[in-house]
């Protein structure tokens, strides 16, 4: 008899254990890269070969940041990534020579749910001139990832 009273209410047990009050938080969210007035660069942009120039934006997330990257590449082709409405005057289709090619990736210091990015790029001299893409991702400590694609020009 007591064998049959355990199998019936131990099963109850473990759901009622399973079903407690105590919930662990789960971040779906994904997090925003934002654009603000002290921004740079964006959509149609020009940036000077030979110079330095300081990326700026604000990355925010819900529950923490992880890390964010810098992709610049040629669009001598016209393709597009690009996630902004306004469109920019494009130069004429032309094979790359010696296009700027610039991939990084930067943490973010732990335990920030907010972060004012800066970061200094250097743009060589001996570079094709033209039309290139700005690809700025966000990564929160989760996973979730947000991308802007903007167009820019280098001269």
């Keep these: 008899m007591k ?23 789960i971040d779906t969210e994904y997090p925003e890269i934002l654009l603000h007035q002290d921004a740079f660069p964006i959509q149609c942009s020009t940036i000077n070969k030979g110079e330095t120039f300081t990326f700026r934006a604000f990355f925010h997330d819900n529950v923490q940041l992880g890390s964010y990257s810098l992709d610049i590449h040629h669009n001598f082709d016209h393709h597009t990534h690009s996630t902004e409405v ?67 020009k280098i001269e």
């Design 3 to 25: 064998k049959q009273i355990f199998y019936y209410l131990f099963p109850m047990f473990l759901l009622w254990a399973g079903c407690s009050d105590h919930h662990e938080m």
């Design 86 to 152: 306004e469109e920019c005057d494009l130069d004429r289709i032309k094979v790359p020579e010696k296009p700027f090619l610039f991939i990084r990736n930067y943490p973010i210091p732990e335990g920030l749910r907010e972060y004012p990015a800066s970061t200094e790029i250097e743009v060589p001299e001996d570079i094709d001139s033209g039309d290139y893409h700005l690809m700025i991702r966000v990564t929160d400590k989760e996973g979730w990832q947000t991308m802007i694609g903007l167009s820019i």
